[in-house]
């Protein structure tokens, strides 16, 4: 009997220290609230998905963020709506905000970081590393960025393929509806997307988002009219389109849609929107180059 309860005592000591030695279980990586869809996109993209409770409105286009819930505009967010699910950390574009609703969210507890938003594909590269190191992905970050840079280089060599040919002209047009309607210039998203296609921007002239005007369009003579996938319906598509001042006196020119995400920030699924634009003004390209 005296072994037996010696042995049992032996034993328990051993649990007690192995229980004490071992490491404190990890803690769960906090939820995540994204605002801002390039931010969103590549969330999603590192596997962090299930993770993120809120978007915000731009973001809520991407299907695999359409279920969670919505914190409003990424410009006009609300303290009590962002804490009211449960967060415990934002991801955001430079237009987060506004800024006093961003140090009520600091004060709460969140952590709240954000990340530069310029339309550059530097910029998107950069975005997307930082994102990856904030939620402990580095390994997936590179190699998102690896992907990203090859899609681009083989944009890029089609582009090569056609050189020499006159590059199609394409209008950009951020429309929510006939009374919101605006051209996408020079330092726009829809720009450097049109760019990377080889394309040119016929608004490359205008600086920014500037209101859709009769003179302007007929001036800029595009061939492509390039619009976030959604804004379709609500033009009326492209008969709707052709009735509008400037698009009515411009004949011939062809609709071309990208993902609203891809038209609104450049994130990791920007490779594919610059093929979905470069395979359907392609056809257009090829026969420039062999009529030539």
Do not use: C
Not at 56 to 67: G, I, M, Q, R, V
Not at 112 to 119: D, G, I, L, M
Not at 157 to 165: C, E, L, N, Y
Not at 199 to 224: D, I, R, T
Request: cysteine-free.
């Amino acid at each position: 009997m005296k072994r037996a309860a010696t042995r049992w005592g032996l034993l328990s000591a051993l649990f007690a220290l192995a229980a004490h030695a071992a490491p404190p279980a990890a803690k769960a990586a906090p939820k995540l609230i994204t605002v801002g869809p390039a931010i969103t996109q590549t969330v999603f993209a590192l596997g962090a998905g299930d993770r993120v409770v809120g978007v915000d409105d731009s973001s809520a286009a991407l299907p695999e963020a359409s279920k969670v819930g919505s914190v409003g505009y990424q410009r006009a967010l609300s303290a009590e709506g962002v804490l009211s699910l449960g967060a415990g950390l934002l991801l955001g574009s430079a237009e987060a905000g506004p800024p006093a609703v961003l140090e009520q969210l600091k004060g709460a507890g969140m952590t709240v970081e954000t990340f530069a938003n310029e339309p550059t594909v530097e910029a998107a590269r950069t975005r997307i590393q930082g994102i990856a190191d904030r939620l402990g992905t580095p390994d997936k970050g590179r190699a998102l960025v690896a992907k990203l840079d090859e899609d681009l280089r083989k944009a890029a060599d089609r582009v090569a393929r056609v050189k020499g040919t006159k590059p199609p002209r394409i209008l950009a047009i951020y429309a929510r509806g006939a009374g919101t309607m605006m051209v996408a210039g020079s330092g726009t998203v829809a720009g450097t997307l049109i760019r990377l296609t080889g394309g040119v921007n016929a608004a490359e002239s205008m600086q920014g988002y500037k209101p859709l005007g009769a003179e302007a369009v007929v001036e800029a003579a595009p061939e492509f009219v390039l619009l976030p996938a959604s804004s379709v319906p609500t033009v009326g598509g492209a008969e709707g389109l052709a009735k509008l001042p400037g698009l009515s006196q411009v004949k011939g020119w062809k609709l071309v849609t990208v993902e609203d995400v891809d038209f609104m920030g450049l994130g990791p699924g920007l490779g594919r929107a610059v093929a979905r634009v470069q395979d359907a003004v392609a056809p257009a390209a090829a026969e420039k180059g062999g009529a030539k």
